[in-house]
């Protein structure tokens, strides 16, 4: 995936940004709603998007500042793991890239991205229950909150895409 505009670019991560993927990681804030994962897990998600690149349209990415390449975070689309006809996004932000509209950007590239990827395949995305923030940005990015779900035991918000926004 590659997307520009005047605020972020999505694209690949090279070999070498592995460290400003595993320094997103560290900040508390942004890691609030996630469930604990090592810095080797973390750094084994970073090494299956540089191969996942070679093998097809769904991965993980990294965003960066269109003005200055900073570096703002990390998004991903995959196949859903509770339902293989469907397609889940999600997105990190580094907390300096809060509140100013990035995220509702980046939903809106994933959803493009992966409608031209595949037609037929639904859209879907979880939050952490008490992720607030993320659940504005995916219903201001035309999702509706479905049913709760639950993944490793726990209570997640559930949201899927409709397609007639489009």
């Known amino acids: 995936m590659y997307y520009k505009n005047d605020t972020i670019i999505i694209r690949e991560f090279t070999p ?4 400003l993927f595993l320094d997103l990681f560290t900040n508390e804030n942004v890691t609030r709603y996630l469930p604990y994962k090592s810095p080797e897990e973390f750094k084994q998600m970073f090494e299956k998007a540089l191969s996942d690149y070679k093998e097809g349209p769904l991965s993980r990415w990294g965003i960066f500042n269109a003005e200055n390449n900073d570096f703002v975070g990390v998004c991903l689309a995959r196949v859903f793991g509770e339902n293989t ?3 889940e996004i999600g997105y990190m932000l580094g907390e300096n890239y809060w509140g100013k509209g990035i995220g509702t950007q980046i939903c809106k590239a994933l959803v493009n991205y992966c409608l031209s990827a595949d037609q037929e395949k639904e859209i879907v995305a979880l939050t952490d229950l008490d992720n607030i923030g993320s659940q504005k940005v995916l219903l201001k990015s035309g999702f ?3 049913e709760n779900l639950i993944r490793d035991e726990r209570e997640l918000a ?3 895409y409709s ?3 489009v």
């Open 163 to 165: 397609k007639e926004k």
């Open 158 to 160: 559930y949201f899927l």
């Open 85 to 87: 006809n469907q397609t």
């Open 144 to 146: 509706k909150r479905e």
């Open 16 to 19: 070498q940004e592995l460290h």
